[in-house]
């Protein structure tokens, strides 16, 4: 994780506002089909200087983050509510759903979930927080037996993404995506 050290002290107002304008630029341009998010493309088009973006977001991946958040702190709400469920198995099956469903539907949200590194703080803390909530619904399911013992947050993420990647370079359709969350799920289980 590379720190941020404009995140340790409260931003100008001015530089509020030019993050939130090439935020706002960055989107438009992935609801118009550009998902290149060329950053000298986005500073022109915010109409900032290129400096002023890269101080923001030093690599597209940190841009990438940034427009995530949301998206993330949804799962992570998805993720305590599946740990929430009074069967464990049950809940882990809503979570992977939603996680799936939501990878597939934006492909820069999984590129973020899969990332191995995280250039926001604020992106590492949410994916602890999403570790967190896995662990515990892991657990639960443990102890009843559901799953096996060797399966942490982490491989379930990667598997999840090992999914997502199947989807995408297959025909995308939904039956399949039941088939391969079916087959996950089953090699959860522990061995008979």
Same mark, same amino acid.
């Not at 941020?4 to 001015?14: G, K, L, S, V």
């Not at 998206?71 to 099956?93: K, N």
């Not at 973020?112 to 604020?122: F, P, T």
């Given at each position: 994780?590379?720190?941020?050290?404009?995140?340790?002290?409260?931003?100008?107002?001015?530089?509020?506002?030019?993050?939130?304008?090439?935020? &706002?630029?960055?989107?438009? &341009?992935?609801?118009?089909?550009?998902?290149?998010? &060329?950053?000298?493309?986005?500073?022109?088009?915010?109409?900032?200087?290129?400096?002023?973006?890269?101080?923001?977001?030093?690599?597209?991946?940190?841009? +990438?983050?940034?427009?995530?958040?949301?998206?993330?702190? &949804?799962?992570?709400?998805?993720?305590?509510?599946?740990?929430?469920?009074?069967?464990?198995?049950?809940?882990?099956?809503?979570?992977?759903?939603?996680?799936?469903?939501?990878?597939?539907?934006?492909?820069?949200?999984?590129?973020?979930?899969?990332?191995?590194?995280?250039?926001?703080?604020?992106?590492?803390?949410?994916?602890?927080?999403?570790?967190?909530?896995?662990?515990?619904?892991?657990?639960?399911?443990?102890?009843?037996?559901?799953?096996?013992?060797?399966?942490?947050?982490?491989?379930?993420?990667?598997?999840?993404?090992?999914?997502?990647?199947? +989807?995408?370079? /297959?025909?995308?359709?939904?039956?399949?995506?039941?088939?391969?969350?079916?087959?996950?799920?089953? /090699?959860?289980?522990?061995?008979?």
């Amino acid at each position: 994780m590379t720190p941020n050290p404009e995140r340790a002290t409260p931003m100008r107002a001015d530089a509020a506002r030019n993050r939130a304008r090439v935020l &706002q630029i960055a989107r438009e &341009q992935l609801a118009a089909g550009d998902s290149s998010l &060329q950053l000298n493309a986005i500073a022109r088009l915010a109409g900032v200087g290129v400096g002023t973006v890269y101080r923001h977001f030093p690599t597209r991946h940190a841009l +990438v983050e940034a427009l995530s958040v949301e998206r993330f702190a &949804q799962l992570v709400d998805e993720a305590r509510a599946a740990a929430a469920e009074a069967d464990a198995l049950t809940g882990l099956h809503r979570l992977l759903t939603y996680a799936l469903a939501r990878s597939l539907d934006d492909p820069e949200f999984a590129a973020v979930l899969e990332a191995s590194r995280d250039a926001e703080e604020q992106t590492a803390a949410l994916k602890a927080e999403l570790d967190q909530a896995v662990a515990g619904l892991l657990d639960r399911a443990r102890e009843t037996g559901a799953i096996r013992g060797d399966i942490e947050a982490d491989d379930v993420r990667r598997l999840l993404c090992g999914i997502e990647h199947a +989807v995408r370079v /297959g025909d995308s359709d939904p039956l399949r995506i039941g088939v391969y969350l079916s087959v996950l799920l089953e /090699g959860l289980r522990p061995p008979r």
